[in-house]
T-cell receptor, first 116, second 111 residues
Framework: GAVVSQHPSRVICKSGTSVKIECRSL??????MFWYRQFPKQSLMLMAT?????????EQGVEKDKFLINHASLTLSTLTVTSAHPEDSSFYIC????????????FGSGTRLTVV | EDQVTQSPEALRLQEGESSSLNCSYT??????LFWYRQDPGKGPEFLFT???AGEEKEKERLKATLTKKESFLHITAPKPEDSATYLC????????????FGKGTRLHILP
């Protein structure tokens, strides 16, 4: 089935530094990928839609300059959390739609970001 | 406003005790409804996609059904390994490929 690989699975960084998270579709091409944020015992909140070859579309309330998204190829999207602060600590998850539509939206395994 | 509501928020069952999880939705136009399973610290794992009222899909002990207003995830004779959070999500017509998630149901199966 469709597989989405997300790295790293866990990262701890110091306040003020930047962190990059990668999301790759391994066996299919994804013109669109999605980035979510999830707080403990809460559901997934869509942050932005990543479009290959064009600018990402951000949801209301999500800071574009803090959460930089780059969709450089049909199989890779990256999320960079810039000048991270403790309140950015969360679980970040990416997903992609396999247009063969056999598996709906496939999700990565998530990245636990802790800013200290 | 488009909305997805799941109930109950949490459910504890004895092993073998069958039950159903509910996902009710209010959207301008349903393109598809998805069920996912999420284990702690992991990304959601795809279970089912339903597209039209009356549709049913089964996988092992799980069965998903869809009406015009809600979907049910029936779990028959659950086992402790079925313990997880079950998420419902809907894709809305004319909203690109975005999907909206419910808050999930945390299911705990006691041995």
């Amino acid at each position: 089935g469709a597989v989405v690989s997300q790295h790293p699975s866990r990262v701890i960084c110091k306040s003020g530094t930047s962190v990059k998270i990668e999301c790759r579709s391994l066996d299919f091409q994804a013109t669109t990928m999605f980035w979510y944020r999830q707080f403990p015992k809460q559901s997934l909140m869509l942050m932005a839609t990543s479009n290959e070859g064009s600018k990402a579309t951000y949801e209301q309330g999500v800071e574009k300059d803090k959460f930089l998204i780059n969709h450089a190829s049909l199989t890779l999207s990256t999320l960079t959390v810039t000048s991270a602060h403790p309140e950015d600590s969360s679980f970040y998850i990416c997903s992609a739609r396999d247009l063969r539509d056999l598996y709906g939206y496939t999700f990565g395994s998530g990245t636990r970001l802790t800013v200290v | 406003e488009d909305q997805v509501t799941q109930s109950p928020e949490a459910l504890r069952l004895q092993e073998g005790e069958s039950s159903s999880l509910n996902c009710s939705y209010t959207v301008s136009g349903l393109r598809g409804l998805f069920w996912y399973r999420q284990d702690p610290g992991k990304g959601p794992e795809f279970l089912f996609t339903l597209y039209s009222a009356g549709e049913e899909k089964e996988k092992e002990r799980l069965k998903a059904t869809l009406t015009k207003k809600e979907s049910f995830l029936h779990i028959t004779a659950p086992k402790p390994e079925d313990s997880a959070t079950y998420l419902c999500a809907v894709q809305i017509m004319n909203r690109d490929d975005k999907i909206i998630f419910g808050k999930g149901t945390r299911l705990h199966i006691l041995p």
